[in-house]
């Protein structure tokens, strides 16, 4: 059984888990600020104020931060001075919110969209992936996806997208030109969920994918099961090879990293994700543990 270890308690709703320069970064949701910590979960910093909700977030090849701004559908850059500014307007192009994204190293961010509004508990829809090259430019790249989730890129060429009301992840071929090939599964967990209505298609999900970590030197993604106090380790197809539990606080997110690249850090958070009472009971954490498989 895995040692949980806590890094850091009292957030509101951590997401967006990334390692990256020595540090885990990560989205406090409803403190409005994207944060950073050493690997023993000291030194928390405030890198950025998205007053519009941040979520995923990554990094141009210049070292310059970007982050999604979900209310207002932008995604911002934070400028080598500490300024921040727009680097994109995904208004025109998502249907609604956007929501996780990773940067490749090309620093081409690809940005997942919730499709609807599931705090409401609105008819669940379809939603779109887009591109966003390093000068701006928007391009939606695929459509007709269940809540795109979680992404992140293997070997410079294979963009991995988690569905989470899809039960399954998505895999595509990241072409010269930026485009992806056609969506082929990743890992499947279940037949997708007919449902339009949000609780009942929750009950058909048997894997419900939200932040996915990097693949590890076998080959294998991390996954957090959003509706499930749990993280998984998943290896291509879908077989499950290992489960941790997360106590009385649900798994939204999640990154290896650390100096060996074996520690697995996560974001979690009581079932319970609405933002009042998020903000006025912070009890979102990030905890750590260490894993047999590095990153790749």
Same mark, same amino acid.
């Given at each position: 059984? +895995?040692?949980? =270890?806590l890094?850091l308690d009292g957030?509101?709703?951590?997401?967006?888990?990334?390692?990256h320069?020595?540090?885990?970064?990560f989205?406090d949701?409803?403190?409005?600020?994207?944060c950073?910590?050493?690997?023993d @979960?000291?030194?928390? /910093?405030?890198?950025?104020?998205?007053?519009?909700?941040?979520s995923?977030?990554g990094?141009?090849?210049?070292g310059?931060?970007?982050?999604?701004?979900?209310?207002? /559908?932008?995604?911002?850059?934070?400028?080598?001075?500490?300024?921040?500014?727009?680097?994109?307007d995904?208004?025109?192009?998502?249907e609604?919110?956007?929501n996780?994204?990773?940067?490749?190293?090309?620093? +081409?961010?690809? #940005?997942?969209?919730l499709g609807f509004d599931?705090?409401k508990?609105?008819?669940?829809r379809?939603?779109?992936l887009?591109? #966003?090259?390093?000068?701006?430019?928007?391009?939606?790249?695929s459509?007709?996806?269940?809540?795109?989730?979680g992404?992140?890129?293997?070997?410079h /060429? =294979?963009l #991995?997208?988690?569905e989470?009301f899809?039960?399954?992840?998505?895999?595509?071929?990241?072409?010269?030109?930026g485009?992806?090939?056609? +969506?082929r599964d990743?890992?499947?967990?279940?037949?997708?969920?007919?449902?339009?209505?949000?609780?009942q298609?929750?009950a058909?999900i048997?894997v419900?994918? $939200?932040?996915i970590?990097q693949a590890?030197?076998?080959?294998?993604?991390w #996954?957090? $099961?959003?509706?499930?106090?749990?993280?998984l380790?998943?290896?291509?197809?879908?077989?499950?090879l290992?489960?941790?539990?997360?106590g009385? /606080?649900?798994?939204?997110? &999640?990154?290896?990293? @650390?100096?060996?690249?074996?520690?697995?850090?996560? &974001?979690v958070?009581?079932?319970?994700?609405?933002?009042?009472?998020r +903000?006025?009971?912070p009890?979102?954490?990030?905890?750590?543990?260490?894993?047999?498989?590095?990153?790749?």
């Amino acid at each position: 059984m +895995r040692q949980l =270890t806590l890094l850091l308690d009292g957030m509101t709703h951590t997401e967006g888990a990334r390692w990256h320069d020595g540090r885990f970064w990560f989205s406090d949701l409803y403190s409005e600020r994207v944060c950073s910590i050493l690997e023993d @979960g000291s030194d928390l /910093r405030t890198e950025m104020h998205v007053p519009e909700c941040p979520s995923g977030i990554g990094w141009l090849p210049d070292g310059r931060l970007l982050a999604v701004s979900m209310h207002d /559908r932008k995604l911002l850059r934070r400028e080598h001075d500490g300024a921040v500014v727009v680097h994109a307007d995904l208004f025109p192009h998502l249907e609604f919110e956007p929501n996780d994204m990773v940067v490749d190293a090309q620093g +081409r961010a690809w #940005v997942g969209n919730l499709g609807f509004d599931v705090m409401k508990l609105a008819p669940r829809r379809p939603a779109r992936l887009a591109r #966003v090259d390093p000068d701006g430019t928007v391009t939606v790249v695929s459509e007709g996806l269940h809540f795109p989730n979680g992404p992140t890129v293997i070997d410079h /060429r =294979t963009l #991995v997208v988690a569905e989470s009301f899809g039960n399954r992840l998505s895999a595509f071929d990241i072409q010269p030109d930026g485009s992806l090939s056609a +969506r082929r599964d990743w890992a499947r967990f279940g037949p997708v969920p007919q449902n339009e209505d949000v609780i009942q298609s929750m009950a058909e999900i048997t894997v419900a994918s $939200d932040g996915i970590s990097q693949a590890d030197a076998e080959g294998a993604i991390w #996954v957090a $099961d959003f509706i499930k106090a749990r993280v998984l380790r998943v290896a291509p197809g879908g077989r499950i090879l290992e489960e941790i539990q997360t106590g009385d /606080r649900n798994c939204y997110a &999640c990154a290896l990293g @650390g100096a060996d690249g074996r520690t697995l850090f996560l &974001c979690v958070t009581p079932a319970d994700f609405n933002p009042d009472v998020r +903000r006025a009971n912070p009890l979102s954490a990030v905890l750590s543990t260490r894993v047999d498989v590095a990153v790749a």
